[in-house]
Nanobody
């Protein structure tokens, strides 16, 4: 079993930055590709970014390109999402997720509602205008 705990959310003004963290316990952390997703009030959950178990490859959703950066520290069993130039429309609950599936399938896995294997409970990010 894998447990994921997000932190780092909060209130920030538009144009500001936040770094989210996701601490992972359980099985071998590097065996899992990690992802960030978000869900705004009244909207469907959407994919933000993913990173390979080794950290050697990343994959971004349209919402993240140019502003967000995903990274991981396998020694600390933690994955990060650095968010810059935040906008009010970035307001959402941000979820960390893990999958043991092959990185070659990451586009499919992250676009499928139940593609990821484990989920955290989320951290709220609120961006004020």
């Amino acid at each position: 079993q894998v447990q994921l705990v997000e932190s780092g959310g909060g209130l920030v003004q538009a144009g500001g930055s936040l770094r989210l963290s996701c601490a992972v316990s359980g099985r071998t952390f590097s065996a899992y590709a990690m992802g960030w997703f978000r869900q705004a009030p009244g909207k469907e959950r959407e994919f933000v970014a993913a990173i390979r178990g080794s950290g050697s490859s990343v994959y971004y959703g349209d919402v993240a390109k140019g502003r967000f950066t995903i990274s991981r520290d396998n020694a600390k069993r933690t994955v990060y999402l650095q968010m810059n130039s935040l906008k009010p429309e970035d307001t959402a609950v941000y979820y960390c997720a893990a999958t043991a599936q092959s990185w070659t399938r990451i586009a499919v896995v992250t676009s499928t509602a139940n593609g990821m294997d484990y989920w955290g409970k989320g951290t709220l990010v609120t961006v004020s205008s």
